[in-house]
């Protein structure tokens, strides 16, 4: 039964002026005002576009660390990135890469909303931000010295560095967010979970402003391995701009990438009282966990349909209504196969009317980047009325045969975007975004 009406996301006394003579919570209505990137193909909005559309590839031959014993060699780094031409040089010593990136992709999203957050009760601004796998060269940092060098070599400081939370907490010192704050981690979908969590708390009236969005810097040597032992990486070692082909049927596993995607979300009516730009309203989101003991997230479509139908209904729409997707789809053999079955299985055959697209070809698997990179896509395609292209995509799979905008951008005024993701753990969530 579609209804205007949503559950707080936990136990809080609601503000003044959301509920109804029952207690039932109001929805209130959520938009995104500002953007920003930190991603292998540029840093800030119109570098990110730009490359997006003219299906620029950031994958390359590994320069952090010695790659020459691994079976990939290829990522997607973020090779033109100086954290001194953002930051302090003292700042910038004192938080991981990750955070760094978090930090810049942040403040180039709050130029994007033109939001001053200096003239914004601190307490009604918030942080919701994820990441897969935290601050993996703080792990890796710590560990040689430890190992390598003894207690007495380790500095104490990476004590405050080394967590999840770490990373919300110096964003928040940053920009002096004092209001709701959480870190997510919910593996690959741990940027768009976060985004969920965002627009529920704004939703709900807990906050005005929400940060949200996603960070992971996976590209050391220790996590390296771990994934190239797991054999989900890809195995055409031929040109790097090739390595990744999603949806294709040659399609052979991802190479890892870095960044971060940060969106800021708004109450509508804050927004509109300040004028500010708007790039999509936040419609509804739906969350399932498909995860078993054999391999952590299953093949079985089923929960990652009931996230679509879950969502769909929060939107008060009908599959039809939607007319693109921005997909997950990371050359996974099995699952871009499984994400392909569900658009079917959800859409029927107006699955073959809408659009389907990803950009991870383009920018790597970096986990909660990525996926919050997904939503700023989006976004910047119902703005534009411009879709990203699946680059690499030439032998079409019988299994896979949906409109991928293979290779080329394509023109096309949209109303309403969905975007998908999920990950080991099981994780799924969708996300519909209606155009303003």
């Known amino acids: 039964m579609k209804s205007d009406l949503l559950p707080l996301p936990f136990k809080q006394t609601p503000p003044m002026g959301v509920t109804k003579g029952d207690g039932a919570i109001l929805k209130k209505r959520v938009v995104v005002t500002g953007v920003g990137v930190v991603s292998p193909i540029g840093i800030g909005k119109e570098a990110f576009w730009r490359s997006l559309i003219s299906g620029k590839c950031g994958i390359g031959q590994i320069t952090h660390f010695d790659a020459s014993s691994y079976p990939c060699k290829f990522a997607a780094e973020v090779n033109d990135f100086q954290a001194t031409d953002f930051l302090t040089p003292k700042s910038a010593r004192r938080i991981s890469r990750g955070t760094q990136f978090a930090i810049v992709s942040t403040q180039k999203a709050l130029e994007d909303a033109q939001l001053d957050l200096s003239k914004e009760d601190p307490y009604q601004v918030g942080l919701s931000y994820g990441t897969a796998l935290g601050p993996m060269d703080i792990y890796e940092k710590f560990g040689a010295t430890f190992y390598e060098r003894g207690l007495k070599r380790v500095n104490p400081f990476f004590l405050g ?17 004092r209001g709701y704050n959480t870190a997510v981690s919910a593996g690959c979908s741990s940027g768009n979970v976060a985004l969920a969590n ?6 709900s009236g807990m906050a005005e402003v929400l940060v949200t969005g996603g960070v992971d810097t996976p590209i050391y040597p220790l996590t390296f391995g771990l994934y190239s032992a797991s054999h989900s990486m890809s195995s055409l070692n031929g040109h790097p701009h090739k390595a990744m082909c999603p949806y294709d049927k040659r399609r052979a596993g991802f190479i890892l990438g ?5 969106l800021i979300l708004e109450e509508l009516e804050h927004a509109q009282k300040r004028k500010a730009n708007i790039y999509a ?11 078993d003991d054999a391999t952590v997230f299953s093949p079985e479509a089923r929960d990652m349909i009931k996230a679509y139908q879950i969502a769909l209904t929060q939107s008060s729409l009908e599959p039809a209504d939607v007319d ?22 959800v859409f029927g055959e107006h699955a073959y009317r809408l659009a389907v697209s ?9 986990m909660a980047g990525g996926t919050a990179m ?13 879709l990203p292209p699946t680059i690499n995509y030439e032998v079409p799979d019988p299994e896979c045969d949906l409109d991928y905008v293979p290779n080329l951008p394509k023109k096309r005024k949209i109303q309403t975007a969905l975007v998908n993701s999920f990950s080991l753990g099981g994780t799924n969530v969708v996300i519909i975004l209606r155009n303003w």
């Not at 967590?163 to 920009?175: E, L, T």
């Not at 870095?258 to 940060?262: A, F, I, L």
């Not at 990803?358 to 970096?366: L, Q």
Request: aromatic share 4%; net charge negative.
């Open 324 to 345: 693109y997707i921005c997909g997950h789809a990371h050359s996974s053999i099995v699952l871009d196969k499984k994400e392909t079955t569900v658009i079917k299985h």
């Open 198 to 203: 965002a627009y529920y708390v704004v939703s």
């Open 374 to 386: 997904q939503s700023v896509a989006a976004c910047l395609a119902l703005k534009e009325g411009i």
């Open 161 to 177: 560095m080394m967590n999840h939370n770490a990373m919300i907490g110096a964003m928040a010192d940053a920009f002096d967010i």
């Open 281 to 291: 309203e936040i419609l509804g989101c739906g969350l399932t966990n498909d995860a």
């Open 358 to 366: 990803t950009i991870k070809a383009m920018v790597g698997h970096s």
């Open 258 to 262: 870095e960044g971060s995607g940060t």
